[in-house]
Structures are given as C-alpha cells and as structure tokens.
C-alpha cells in the first residue's frame, strides 16, 4: 500500500514503512525541541537527552561545566553590545547556516549589508577575547 505525502512542496507516494519512519523521525524532532525549549535558562540539554536515549558516554566534571557557563556567559555579552539586527544576522548565519544571500532574503536587505553585519560582530568578538 502507498501512501502520498507533501515533500517540500511536492506530492510524493512513499510505501507504509516509509510514511511510519518519517513520522516518527517528525515525533523525534518535535521531542528535541520541546527539551531544548524546556531548558531555556541555559542549563545543559545534551546531557539529559544523551541520558534519556540510555547513551551516556560522556559527563562533564563540575569544571568544565563551569568554564563552559562563563563561555557562554562571555558569549552572551558581547552579543549584547551589537545592535538587533547586527546580532539577528550573525545568529542566523553562524547558528542556523544560511548563507547571506538567503539572510538577505530573509530580512529584506543586501547581501553585501548582511556580510557587514556578520562582519561587525566578528570584530567584537575578536576585540573582546583578544
């Protein structure tokens, strides 16, 4: 038996097993999100996903989990000494991987105005852990 589902736009007929995969992969992703959502404050989500998969290789010592706070810490002040849209741009090109043409797209701008925002935020970055 097959089964027609929406792929990116497209109707594409896809056997039983296929369509049971795929939802489940869906179910999969939407349970990563809700966990990364629940962990907002920036406590550690990898940890605790690994740990529920029943796959806990690894556990950070009480110092490298500091460090990595203070990173993180460090990481959010300078993000917060660049402007909205210098720091929406750079989050969705070093976080997210689009590329600056899409970016561009996106906000409704220039490429060449996207690479300077990028650009903007690396120099403080570069001034800041110098």
């Given at each position: 038996?097959?089964i027609?589902?929406?792929?990116y736009?497209?109707?594409?007929?896809?056997?039983?097993?296929?369509?049971?995969?795929?939802t489940?992969?869906?179910h999969?992703a939407?349970n990563?999100?809700?966990?990364?959502?629940?962990?907002?404050?920036?406590?550690?989500?990898d940890?605790?996903i690994?740990?529920?998969?029943?796959r806990?290789?690894y556990?950070?010592?009480?110092?490298?989990?500091v460090?990595?706070?203070e990173t993180?810490?460090?990481?959010?002040?300078v993000?917060?000494?660049?402007?909205?849209?210098?720091?929406?741009?750079f989050?969705?090109?070093?976080?997210?991987?689009f590329?600056?043409?899409?970016?561009?797209?996106?906000?409704?701008?220039s490429?060449?105005?996207?690479?300077?925002?990028?650009?903007?935020?690396?120099?403080k970055?570069?001034?800041?852990?110098?």
């Amino acid at each position: 038996m097959e089964i027609t589902i929406n792929y990116y736009g497209q109707a594409v007929s896809v056997s039983v097993e296929v369509y049971e995969y795929l939802t489940q992969a869906d179910h999969k992703a939407e349970n990563l999100a809700h966990e990364q959502w629940r962990h907002w404050d920036g406590r550690e989500c990898d940890e605790y996903i690994i740990s529920t998969e029943g796959r806990l290789s690894y556990c950070a010592t009480p110092e490298e989990l500091v460090c990595q706070r203070e990173t993180l810490d460090e990481i959010l002040a300078v993000l917060a000494l660049c402007t909205p849209t210098q720091r929406e741009r750079f989050l969705l090109y070093a976080l997210d991987g689009f590329n600056c043409a899409e970016i561009g797209e996106m906000c409704g701008c220039s490429k060449q105005a996207v690479r300077l925002s990028i650009e903007a935020v690396r120099k403080k970055f570069l001034k800041i852990f110098r």
